[in-house]
């Protein structure tokens, strides 16, 4: 399936119309990254359904289409921003723990660990009954059934999973759950008056848009809507743990505030911020804002016309719905790691070349909520909008392999430099990716610097 076809299909799923597809070049080809998986083409058609759906925006509050263009190469870059983070021309924080990363157990089998936030790493020491120390928790492993230290994590709220292969999965009942999930769904939950886009010099003038999320995913979406013209807000709490990388790599062009939900003058603070909240976007776990008075329909309530965004490990139905999870989890558990391995000829888990499930999934949710906002303009209406990210990967999947895409070298500095551009930040001088996706009218950009969080008060600007 070419790039055209994959990205008809995603505007069918999001409401967006075909006709901006004739704006559109794509440029470049697979393999550009080191992997049997079409990493590139995902990253290329993800990135250009945001642009189109900001191109689609800009349309209807101005009555101008304008040219848009993605070139493949700087987009699977972009899938892969975090790691060319630098600050004051040095390295960015480690994006991962020391234990974090892949073992393998006494039955022959593997399993990965995430261990990134201290009370996951501690939980997993805890169950392993061992030092904080890459060899004695190898050593603790093979002491363990894959499956069995699986089922314990996710029995004590934990995040790690065994290696299966891709048939493996294809029978597991999460699988078979998400087989019954749109790649990305968009429902309509209340009655709203339209509301129609004022002027604006850029798609996402005077959008306003409540990002609750961490890591890469939902950060990567409220990213992705900044680069537009959106007022986005990044709402978290002193006492949640974060990976400092990530933080200043997606907080480009974003508002930072504190907002702790346990106190009630938090939660009043959440209220008025959501009254005059266009979007919101969060990555709790299904069913956990409702404990604090913000699931969907209470949101909706609270702002008729909200466009709500929820991002999920494994998506809302099936038996690991309520599981905790990361990319790099996903891609062991549901086949993708296996495949690569077997493709590469290596041994153990091979991880794909990028966090390509978190990028796409963040790209998507940030189309869809664009789709939609030109869609509320005419129709009105209070949206629902679910992405996850098994079923990215599931999505990744089904666009076939590349026969040689271990040909390909890693790309080195220079393969990367002309993507780069350096800005001042909240932390010194920011080197980071620019946004793959060229318009020609209203060219991406963040006209915020990247701060630490809690920078700014929950008030919006």
Same mark, same amino acid.
């Given at each position: 399936?070419?790039?055209?076809?994959?990205?008809?299909?995603?505007?069918?799923?999001?409401?967006?119309?075909?006709?901006?597809?004739?704006?559109?070049?794509?440029?470049?080809?697979?393999?550009?990254?080191?992997?049997?998986?079409?990493?590139?083409?995902?990253?290329?058609?993800?990135?250009?359904?945001?642009?189109?759906?900001?191109?689609?925006?800009?349309?209807?509050?101005?009555?101008?289409?304008?040219?848009?263009?993605?070139?493949?190469?700087?987009?699977?870059?972009?899938?892969?921003?975090?790691?060319?983070?630098?600050?004051?021309?040095?390295?960015?924080?480690?994006?991962?723990?020391?234990?974090?990363?892949?073992?393998?157990?006494?039955?022959?089998?593997?399993?990965?660990?995430?261990?990134?936030?201290?009370?996951?790493?501690?939980?997993?020491?805890?169950?392993?009954?061992?030092?904080?120390?890459?060899?004695?928790?190898?050593?603790?492993?093979?002491?363990?059934?894959?499956?069995?230290?699986?089922?314990?994590?996710?029995?004590?709220?934990?995040?790690?999973?065994?290696?299966?292969?891709?048939?493996?999965?294809?029978?597991?009942?999460?699988?078979?759950?998400?087989?019954?999930?749109?790649?990305?769904?968009?429902?309509?939950?209340?009655?709203?008056?339209?509301?129609?886009?004022?002027?604006?010099?850029?798609?996402?003038?005077?959008?306003?848009?409540?990002?609750?999320?961490?890591?890469?995913?939902?950060?990567?979406?409220?990213?992705?809507?900044?680069?537009?013209?959106?007022?986005?807000?990044?709402?978290?709490?002193?006492?949640?743990?974060?990976?400092?990388?990530?933080?200043?790599?997606?907080?480009?062009?974003?508002?930072?505030?504190?907002?702790?939900?346990?106190?009630?003058?938090?939660?009043?603070?959440?209220?008025?911020?959501?009254?005059?909240?266009?979007?919101?976007?969060?990555?709790?776990?299904?069913?956990?804002?409702?404990?604090?008075?913000?699931?969907?329909?209470?949101?909706?309530?609270?702002?008729?016309?909200?466009?709500?965004?929820?991002?999920?490990?494994?998506?809302?139905?099936?038996?690991?719905?309520?599981? +905790?999870?990361?990319? /790099? %989890?996903?891609?062991? &558990?549901? @086949?993708?790691?296996? $495949? !690569?391995?077997?493709? #590469?000829?290596?041994?153990?888990?091979?991880?794909?070349?990028?966090?390509?499930?978190?990028?796409?999934?963040?790209?998507?949710?940030?189309?869809?909520?664009?789709?939609?906002?030109?869609?509320?303009?005419?129709?009105?209406?209070?949206?629902?909008?679910?992405?996850?990210?098994?079923?990215?990967? +599931?999505?990744?999947? /089904? %666009?076939?392999?590349? &026969?040689? @895409?271990?040909?390909? $070298? !890693?790309?080195?500095? #220079?393969?990367?430099?002309?993507?780069?551009?350096?800005?001042?930040?909240?932390?010194?001088?920011?080197?980071?990716?620019?946004?793959?996706?060229?318009?020609?009218?209203?060219?991406?950009?963040?006209?915020?610097?990247?701060?630490?969080?809690?920078?700014?008060?929950?008030?919006?600007?």
């Amino acid at each position: 399936m070419e790039t055209l076809e994959i990205l008809q299909d995603i505007c069918r799923q999001i409401g967006l119309p075909l006709e901006g597809l004739n704006d559109l070049t794509l440029m470049g080809r697979e393999p550009v990254l080191p992997s049997s998986f079409r990493v590139g083409t995902a990253a290329q058609a993800s990135i250009a359904a945001s642009a189109l759906a900001a191109a689609q925006v800009w349309y209807q509050r101005s009555g101008k289409r304008q040219a848009i263009s993605v070139d493949m190469r700087h987009a699977s870059i972009e899938f892969r921003s975090e790691r060319y983070l630098k600050i004051d021309g040095g390295p960015a924080p480690a994006l991962w723990d020391k234990i974090a990363g892949t073992y393998e157990t006494g039955d022959g089998r593997w399993v990965r660990l995430h261990t990134n936030f201290p009370h996951h790493r501690d939980g997993v020491l805890e169950i392993l009954g061992c030092a904080n120390d890459p060899e004695a928790v190898a050593a603790a492993l093979r002491q363990w059934r894959g499956q069995d230290f699986e089922d314990a994590a996710a029995e004590n709220g934990l995040v790690a999973t065994m290696m299966r292969s891709p048939e493996e999965w294809q029978t597991h009942p999460q699988a078979q759950a998400l087989d019954q999930q749109p790649l990305i769904s968009v429902e309509r939950i209340g009655d709203a008056p339209p509301r129609p886009l004022p002027p604006g010099a850029r798609p996402l003038d005077g959008i306003r848009v409540l990002d609750l999320t961490r890591i890469i995913a939902g950060p990567v979406c409220g990213r992705t809507l900044a680069a537009h013209g959106a007022d986005v807000m990044r709402v978290t709490a002193p006492h949640l743990p974060s990976i400092a990388a990530l933080v200043t790599d997606a907080g480009r062009g974003k508002l930072s505030s504190h907002i702790d939900l346990r106190q009630e003058a938090g939660r009043e603070s959440l209220r008025q911020l959501i009254a005059e909240a266009d979007i919101l976007v969060q990555g709790y776990r299904p069913g956990g804002l409702e404990r604090w008075g913000f699931g969907t329909e209470e949101v909706a309530k609270m702002r008729p016309g909200i466009i709500y965004v929820s991002l999920s490990a494994y998506g809302h139905q099936g038996p690991w719905s309520m599981r +905790r999870g990361f990319d /790099s %989890l996903v891609q062991t &558990a549901s @086949g993708i790691n296996f $495949a !690569e391995v077997e493709a #590469a000829g290596a041994n153990g888990p091979k991880p794909l070349p990028c966090q390509a499930l978190d990028h796409a999934s963040g790209y998507f949710m940030a189309a869809a909520a664009m789709a939609t906002l030109a869609r509320r303009a005419d129709e009105g209406g209070s949206w629902h909008i679910r992405v996850a990210l098994a079923r990215t990967g +599931r999505w990744l999947q /089904s %666009l076939g392999r590349v &026969a040689n @895409g271990f040909d390909v $070298a !890693e790309p080195d500095e #220079a393969d990367v430099d002309e993507f780069l551009e350096e800005r001042p930040s909240g932390y010194g001088m920011l080197t980071a990716v620019r946004h793959a996706a060229h318009l020609s009218e209203t060219p991406a950009h963040w006209a915020r610097p990247s701060m630490p969080l809690g920078s700014h008060p929950p008030v919006w600007p």
